[in-house]
């Protein structure tokens, strides 16, 4: 290895390389047992529980699809305990108003009868918000997040409120019930780093299901991470150099799947809107934090690949044709999967 490498941000020395890859080899030991703790609460979700952890090192927010009874709240209640953070959670329904969320002013009087406003903070004041079943709250309520996720704070009566630091969202919704729902318009939905598919166990991870969650003892989750740490690995995420190779196969999966920029002509014919730059970005923090949590300094074209259907199926469309005809968005993926692997 050389003396020193050349970044974007300049020229790292020996001694500062040194560092970095200690760091990265500690919190990389730190994640890697926050995933085995979550495991022994949730069964047979190695993958979810995966895909969850590398979204909150890249500082995003997930979107868990699955039916009910399959663990989405006590994953997030488990996530919360084990990454030291303070975790809430908010059940959205019909008459859901925002103030429920953000929370509201709220008149008061004093010892010699002034009158003044004061602020109570809602549920979104917190550092891993569930939002259960966020599709069945009306579209006002559900844009009450949008600042919430992009720009960790919210706007009440003009005054800007921080929210803590480090914040996720972790929403869920069941694809089996739509009646009385609200489909999440595109720019929610984009909000997401991933959307995260919620499948049932298998036969041994359901017999550990029944045998350790209805005994007399149940499994509780320990600590693994303080706040800190967790802010620190997001951080260090941020610090994990990529390829140009890598660089280059999330640029080349994105813009294949655009109809405007394709040259595969499945996706000319089938896709009504593509995803854009934000998944881009999604897909460069998520293959560094996939890397780091698999204990390796730098991504690969694997951690591409096994990424793309989580970020991009909730970022693209298809049109009525191909909806009628019976496609759907992951073949589409696996399809600019291939290509790209093909080179």
Not at 157 to 181: D, I, K, R, S
């Amino acid at each position: 290895m050389s003396a020193t490498i050349t970044q974007s941000s300049g020229v790292v020395t020996r001694a500062a390389q040194d560092g970095a890859v200690a760091d990265m080899e500690r919190i990389a030991g730190l994640i890697k047992s926050a995933k085995n703790e979550v495991e022994q609460i949730v069964y047979g979700q190695g993958q979810v529980v995966e895909e969850c952890l590398i979204t909150i090192l890249a500082g995003g927010h997930v979107l868990l699809i699955g039916v009910p009874g399959l663990a989405k709240t006590k994953l997030v209640q488990a996530l919360g305990t084990v990454l030291g953070m303070d975790d809430k959670r908010v059940q959205f329904t019909p008459d859901l108003m925002p103030a429920d969320i953000i929370g509201s002013e709220v008149l008061e009087e004093d010892a010699e009868g002034r009158r003044f406003f004061r602020f109570i903070k809602g549920p979104v004041f917190c550092q891993l918000l569930m939002a259960d079943e966020i599709n069945r709250a009306s579209p006002r309520t559900q844009s009450a997040l949008l600042q919430s996720m992009q720009e960790h704070s919210v706007s009440v009566a003009g005054q800007l409120h921080p929210l803590p630091e480090p914040f996720h969202v972790l929403a869920t919704q069941n694809p089996v019930e739509q009646e009385g729902t609200y489909p999440l318009p595109e720019a929610q939905l984009d909000r997401f780093l991933m959307q995260v598919d919620i499948h049932y166990p298998d036969f041994e991870a359901e017999r550990q299901i029944i045998v350790r969650t209805t005994g007399a003892e149940t499994p509780v989750a320990r600590q693994i991470l303080t706040s800190s740490d967790l802010v620190a690995a997001q951080k260090l995420v941020r610090q994990v150099p990529v390829g140009e190779s890598v660089v280059t196969a999330i640029l080349k999966l994105v813009r294949s799947g655009r109809p405007e920029t394709t040259d595969l002509q499945e996706v000319k014919d089938r896709v009504a809107w593509g995803p854009g730059p934000r998944a881009s970005q999604a897909l460069m923090q998520a293959v560094r934090a996939r890397a780091l949590l698999q204990g390796r300094l730098s991504p690969s074209m694997d951690d591409v690949l096994a990424l793309a259907k989580p970020i991009l199926q909730h970022r693209m469309a298809l049109n009525f044709g191909a909806r009628a005809d019976g496609h759907t968005v992951s073949a589409l993926i696996d399809l600019l999967c291939q290509r790209v692997n093909a080179g």
